[in-house]
């Protein structure tokens, strides 16, 4: 009997556990692959990733990629809201209130523009002879904090939409020649311009946030496309939008390819004596520095894998160089003093000229 009631035990509880999957809907944070403590920021990456992974146009023999797309989607809309990830941690996705749901299509464009990812393809490769708006390129300045960490800037901006409007208007407007014969043997070739009817149309002005995500280690100069964002056609198709990144000039260090220079400077006592010191880096973290040796002015001091990751392979960084130079006291010494130091160094005079521009 006591057998049997574990038996009965056991399956009670499985079927509990089966309920409880059943009821919590789907695992949002699974499907993006973070934890459960994943800052937006860490989500809206994941979602990028994934979204390019998954799209449906690139996985053409999977079944399921449409379904796969659509709880991609379905995740990033809640994890990526503030009051809907309350809700959804609290109860799980059946715990959700009823309201409007955002088209995935419109996350996806966000990310990557009104016509998605041009998978297979670029819109070079499309019909040269559909018209095409203007592209448009925007200067997007980021901080070298920014270049350093990595993070998403969202851009708020008006994008002018084609709306149906009443009456007809000329449109694929072309030159044609026509023939007309004047008489037997005779022929007149003139040309003309001849025009399509069709619906009318107008421009109305539609507020669209646009995700940009700045990569660790982008480089200066460097463009995000969005595809279909650019100048509208009312008989084509719209331009790109293109960021192009502007690093910001940063107070303390300066940026070299990959690596990172700045100056510290130390008093003369530390340059004779030594010292030790924190650098404060672009993310918070500190940069120890100790010195227990005679620190000359214009030294320097290599810091390898503290500079900024590589854009192709961010698990490489670069270095992190340090010039010091050396503060001399303001204050004159007297004829005791400079006797004092002179027998403290015991070094004898050295005068040196030299071409120092071109070595010695």
């Not at 009312?234 to 690093?247: C, H």
């Not at 503290?306 to 004159?332: A, C, K, M, W």
Request: hydrophobic share 35%; net charge negative.
């Amino acid at each position: 009997m006591a057998a049997k009631g574990m038996n009965l035990c056991n399956v009670c509880w499985l079927l509990l556990y089966f309920i409880t999957v059943v009821l919590a809907g789907r695992d949002f944070y699974k499907i993006l692959g973070v934890s459960r403590s994943a800052s937006i920021r860490d989500i809206k990456k994941a979602y990028r990733k994934l979204a390019l992974q998954l799209h449906p146009d690139r996985n053409p023999d999977d079944p399921e990629a449409q379904d796969k797309f659509a709880d991609l989607g379905a995740a990033y809309e809640v994890l990526s809201d503030e009051e809907k990830r309350k809700q959804y941690d609290a109860y799980g996705e059946d715990g959700l209130k009823e309201g409007h749901h955002s088209s995935h299509n419109d996350i996806f464009s966000s990310f990557f523009g009104d016509f998605g990812f041009m998978f297979g393809g670029n819109r070079q490769q499309q019909d040269r002879n559909i018209p095409r708006g203007n592209d448009i390129i925007l200067d997007l300045e980021v901080t070298l904090e920014e270049v350093y960490s990595g993070n998403f800037v969202e851009v708020v901006r008006n994008k002018p939409i084609a709306k149906e409007a009443p009456g007809k208007r000329k449109c694929n407007c072309r030159q044609e020649m026509r023939t007309t014969q004047l008489g037997p043997g005779r022929f007149q070739m003139t040309q003309e311009m001849v025009c399509d009817e069709c619906p009318n149309v107008k421009l109305v002005n539609e507020e669209r946030t646009l995700e940009v995500e700045i990569e660790q280690g982008v480089r200066d100069e460097m463009e995000y496309p969005f595809i279909g964002e650019g100048e509208p056609h009312i008989d084509g198709e719209p331009g790109d939008l293109r960021f192009r990144i502007k690093v910001l000039k940063h107070p303390v260090f300066e940026r070299r390819g990959d690596d990172l220079y700045t100056n510290v400077t130390i008093s003369l006592v530390e340059a004779l004596v030594g010292f030790e010191m924190d650098i404060t880096h672009l993310d918070g973290h500190k940069v120890h520095i100790v010195r227990d040796k005679i620190t000359k002015p214009g030294a320097r001091m290599w810091k390898k894998g503290e500079g900024l990751p590589n854009f192709d392979n961010i698990n490489i960084r670069g270095s992190l160089i340090i010039t010091f130079d050396v503060e001399f006291p303001q204050t004159q010494l007297d004829e005791q003093q400079k006797g004092g130091i002179r027998s403290l160094l015991n070094q004898g005079s050295v005068q040196k000229v030299y071409n120092g521009l071109q070595g010695y």
